[in-house]
């Protein structure tokens, strides 16, 4: 038996409504989950990227997952919206407090971008209206190569006959591209009564062409490497990590001013390396490298 | 004679309102997977779900059922299960969900049934399990030892069983 997640959870404000969302979940045996904030890029002006409210605040307790003694994981997830070019920006500092990144991309060209340059985890694929664009192979291995993963949403085609039509159409239209490989299968909605088990999730998937153990990836071990890559994004190829120093170590005898000093720092102060010797060798050779597929399983283990 | 092969689906009811549970019933449900095949597979589904094709069991309480289908078309029966979303019961439309327990899946080999005997074997099993869930849930002690003293009941109840198969062996 494998993990199961589903990397789709969109935020809503209701509280309730979340909590009874988070317990089916776990009760339908999912042991992760991510939280989606979507941002709306806009063409004009300089908008905000919103914060990922703490898990604390959302939630009072974690409910216990089907099967196991654990309680459900929560991840946050930032979904950007993408109709121009410079809407995403590369290593912007709000991207930092999410822990997976993915874009929409609305167009062929931002499709083609997203595939070769975006450094993102996920890229979702438009199942409400028919695709505007074709899927071309190349943009797709290239998105393989780099270990992106296209993200299929199954709750509107739950939801009524023609968006179910247009979801089969662009499930299959992606699946005939890439063979059924990088495809994550997650829910989308908001509502507990539309989050399906994962084992009828994987059924699903093979109505887009899938074979049983590509539908199966598609809700386990790909979502896995998902949540692996995004940690080789947030961390050079998941060598070297940079963490902030707690506030409570630092020495009690110095005064207020040097505190809240030390506090404003960025948090590349401290620096953990796994490899002691010839550090500066490392370091550059393994940040010239874009972090492949291949990498990130050897950095799993 | 060959013998006909069917495979069983256990499938979980989930409802929203928990005091729905008790109408369910097998006839209301057997036309609503019956709807949301011949709508996802149009004729040609309808006409592979009408041979062979049955609600076996509806366990009310539980929220447990369990579905017969001929073995060449369970895939097609199992794709349209996700897309049932309401079930009509006593003239009121029930929104509700079906998720499956017990089938076979690439890869979890473990799951697969081919009997209804091995259904019931996995029911027993499943709701120990939830049993076990239940029980840091409960607030009085009055509850607490009721689900204990049920938690006991049925691990007997699986020692007896093996042992009889042991004596049989």
Same mark, same amino acid.
């Given at each position: 038996?494998?993990?199961?997640?589903?990397?789709? @959870?969109?935020?809503?404000?209701?509280?309730? *409504?979340?909590?009874?969302?988070?317990?089916?979940?776990?009760?339908?045996?999912?042991?992760?989950?991510?939280?989606?904030?979507?941002?709306?890029?806009? +063409?004009?002006?300089?908008?905000e990227i919103p914060k990922p409210t703490p898990l604390d605040q959302l939630v009072d307790e974690l409910p216990i997952v089907q099967g196991r003694s654990r309680p459900i994981k929560i991840l946050n997830r930032l979904t950007i919206l993408v109709t121009d070019t410079n809407h995403y920006r590369t290593n912007a500092a709000e991207y930092k407090?999410?822990?997976?990144?993915?874009?929409?991309?609305?167009?062929?060209?931002?499709?083609?971008?997203?595939?070769?340059?975006?450094?993102v985890d996920i890229i979702c694929i438009t199942i409400t209206e028919r695709l505007p664009f074709f899927f071309k192979r190349a943009p797709i291995n290239a998105a393989r190569e780099r270990g992106v993963m296209f993200e299929v949403c199954y709750a509107a085609a739950i939801r009524d006959s023609t968006m179910r039509r247009y979801t089969l159409?662009?499930? @299959?239209?992606?699946? $005939? *591209?890439?063979?059924?490989?990088?495809?994550?299968?997650?829910?989308?909605?908001?509502?507990?009564?539309?989050? &399906?088990?994962?084992?009828?999730?994987?059924?699903?998937?093979?109505?887009?062409?899938?074979?049983?153990?590509?539908?199966?990836?598609?809700?386990?071990?790909?979502?896995?490497?998902?949540?692996?890559?995004? !940690?080789?994004?947030?961390?050079?190829?998941?060598?070297?990590?940079?963490?902030?120093?707690?506030?409570?170590?630092?020495?009690? $005898? /110095?005064?207020?001013?040097?505190?809240?000093?030390?506090?404003? !720092?960025?948090?590349?102060?401290?620096?953990?390396?796994?490899?002691? !010797? /010839?550090?500066?060798?490392?370091?550059?050779?393994?940040?010239? !490298?874009?972090? +492949?597929?291949?990498?990130?399983?050897?950095?799993?283990? | 004679?060959?013998?006909?092969?069917? &495979?069983?689906?256990?499938?979980?009811?989930?409802?929203?309102?928990?005091?729905?549970?008790?109408?369910?019933?097998?006839?209301?449900?057997?036309?609503?997977?019956?709807?949301?095949?011949?709508?996802?597979?149009?004729?040609?589904?309808?006409?592979?779900?009408?041979?062979?094709?049955?609600?076996?069991?509806?366990?009310?309480?539980?929220?447990?059922? @369990?579905? *017969?289908?001929?073995?060449?078309?369970?895939?097609?029966?199992?794709?349209?299960?996700?897309?049932?979303?309401?079930?009509?019961?006593?003239?009121?439309?029930?929104?509700?969900?079906?998720?499956?327990?017990?089938?076979?899946?690439?890869?979890?080999?473990? @799951?697969?049934?081919?009997?209804?005997? /091995?259904?019931?074997?996995?029911?027993?099993?499943?709701?120990?399990?939830?049993?076990? &869930?239940?029980?840091?849930?409960?607030?009085?002690?009055? $509850?607490? /030892?009721?689900?204990?003293?049920?938690?006991?009941?049925?691990?007997?109840?699986?020692?007896?069983?093996?042992?009889?198969?042991? $004596?049989?062996?």
């Amino acid at each position: 038996m494998s993990l199961f997640m589903d990397l789709n @959870l969109p935020f809503t404000a209701d509280k309730k *409504r979340l909590k009874t969302l988070l317990e089916t979940a776990a009760h339908l045996g999912f042991s992760t989950v991510a939280i989606n904030y979507v941002h709306k890029a806009q +063409s004009k002006g300089k908008q905000e990227i919103p914060k990922p409210t703490p898990l604390d605040q959302l939630v009072d307790e974690l409910p216990i997952v089907q099967g196991r003694s654990r309680p459900i994981k929560i991840l946050n997830r930032l979904t950007i919206l993408v109709t121009d070019t410079n809407h995403y920006r590369t290593n912007a500092a709000e991207y930092k407090a999410y822990d997976i990144l993915a874009v929409h991309p609305t167009t062929e060209k931002l499709f083609h971008a997203a595939c070769m340059t975006f450094d993102v985890d996920i890229i979702c694929i438009t199942i409400t209206e028919r695709l505007p664009f074709f899927f071309k192979r190349a943009p797709i291995n290239a998105a393989r190569e780099r270990g992106v993963m296209f993200e299929v949403c199954y709750a509107a085609a739950i939801r009524d006959s023609t968006m179910r039509r247009y979801t089969l159409t662009n499930g @299959l239209a992606l699946v $005939e *591209r890439n063979n059924g490989k990088n495809v994550i299968i997650s829910s989308g909605t908001d509502k507990a009564l539309e989050l &399906r088990g994962p084992y009828d999730v994987a059924n699903l998937a093979q109505l887009f062409g899938m074979s049983e153990a590509e539908a199966k990836d598609g809700v386990s071990s790909n979502c896995r490497s998902v949540l692996l890559h995004a !940690e080789t994004r947030k961390t050079a190829s998941g060598i070297i990590y940079t963490v902030k120093t707690p506030k409570d170590t630092e020495p009690k $005898e /110095t005064d207020t001013d040097t505190i809240s000093m030390v506090t404003d !720092e960025p948090p590349s102060a401290k620096k953990r390396k796994t490899s002691a !010797e /010839t550090d500066t060798d490392t370091v550059s050779m393994v940040t010239d !490298e874009p972090p +492949s597929a291949k990498k990130q399983k050897t950095s799993a283990s | 004679m060959v013998r006909v092969k069917s &495979r069983y689906l256990l499938c979980e009811i989930n409802i929203s309102v928990p005091s729905n549970r008790l109408l369910l019933e097998d006839r209301p449900i057997f036309s609503a997977v019956k709807d949301a095949v011949a709508s996802m597979h149009g004729d040609y589904g309808a006409a592979q779900c009408s041979i062979g094709f049955s609600v076996k069991y509806v366990n009310a309480l539980t929220g447990i059922m @369990l579905i *017969r289908c001929p073995k060449s078309s369970y895939r097609l029966i199992w794709s349209a299960l996700p897309f049932v979303t309401s079930v009509e019961l006593k003239g009121r439309k029930i929104p509700l969900f079906l998720n499956c327990l017990h089938v076979g899946v690439a890869g979890g080999g473990e @799951l697969h049934s081919g009997t209804i005997r /091995t259904c019931q074997k996995f029911l027993v099993r499943y709701n120990t399990q939830q049993l076990h &869930r239940m029980l840091p849930q409960c607030k009085t002690t009055d $509850e607490k /030892t009721h689900v204990r003293r049920a938690i006991l009941r049925s691990s007997t109840k699986m020692l007896k069983g093996k042992e009889h198969k042991d $004596e049989s062996d």
